[in-house]
């Protein structure tokens, strides 16, 4: 795998499923971050929204913030990104701890010159040239993109399923498994498919899976 590309102003890669993310420093509201040094061998959470001082953005960053411990017990790290200052980000998380009495205790990006935005495709002109959409990038500790969920400016994310991603892909990691539709810890998992005729033959007969056909097998994890 090669090594990750820097952002550079004005370029906007194609990022890819599998592929490495663009390391960056930005400012942030814990100071200057420099991704690759930050993240630090965990998971991160890198995510977008449209603009400090919105509502829906607002109901948002408290479901992070409530995520957090959760997230934090799986080695994953929240990091957030606008396009606002790092005064307006200040005054936000702290008008959010004055009316709703939530500690927003994860960095967020100060993206004034949307490099950050730009290099992970967060800003889509169709919706807004100034603003980012609402994008999740999932990343894993080598620094490469495992799962990107975009939401449009007027719908908020679903947290259920942002916790249900990390633990999917940290399972198939682990378990060396595929995860079926609709899959949540606890469920049975997709056994890979045997890749000879001849395995698929002992595959019927493998009683350590629930056998459906050759292709088609579950087991517990």
Same mark, same amino acid.
């Given at each position: ?47 977008? &929204? ?38 307006? &980000?200040?005054?936000? *998380? ?29 800003? &889509? ?10 994008? $999740?990038?999932? *990343? ?8 990107? *969920?975009?939401?449009?400016?007027? $719908? ?18 682990? &378990? ?46």
């Amino acid at each position: 795998m090669s090594e990750t590309t820097e952002v550079q102003a004005n370029v906007q890669p194609a990022l890819q499923l599998n592929g490495p993310v663009p390391d960056f420093k930005a400012k942030s509201t814990a100071g200057e971050i420099q991704l690759s040094e930050w993240q630090k061998g965990k998971w991160v959470i890198l995510f977008s &929204h449209p603009a400090d001082f919105t509502p829906v953005c607002t109901t948002e960053f408290m479901a992070f913030a409530g995520l957090e411990d959760e997230l934090a017990r799986r080695n994953v790290a929240l990091l957030g990104n606008s396009v606002d200052s790092v005064f307006s &980000h200040i005054a936000w *998380i702290r008008n959010i701890k004055e009316n709703f009495d939530v500690d927003i205790r994860f960095p967020v990006i100060a993206d004034l010159d949307m490099k950050v935005s730009k290099a992970y495709g967060m800003i &889509h002109s169709a919706s807004s040239d100034t603003s980012a959409v609402r994008a $999740v990038f999932f *990343i894993d500790p080598k620094r490469i993109l495992r799962a990107m *969920i975009y939401y449009p400016l007027n $719908v908020g994310r679903n947290f259920d399923e942002v916790l249900r991603v990390v633990d999917a892909l940290q399972t198939v990691d682990k &378990h060396g498994v595929a995860c079926p539709a609709n899959w949540t810890p606890g469920d049975k998992v997709i056994v890979p498919p045997p890749g000879t005729a001849a395995d698929a033959e002992k595959r019927l007969q493998q009683s350590e899976y629930e056998v459906t056909d050759w292709y088609f097998s579950k087991k517990s994890v």
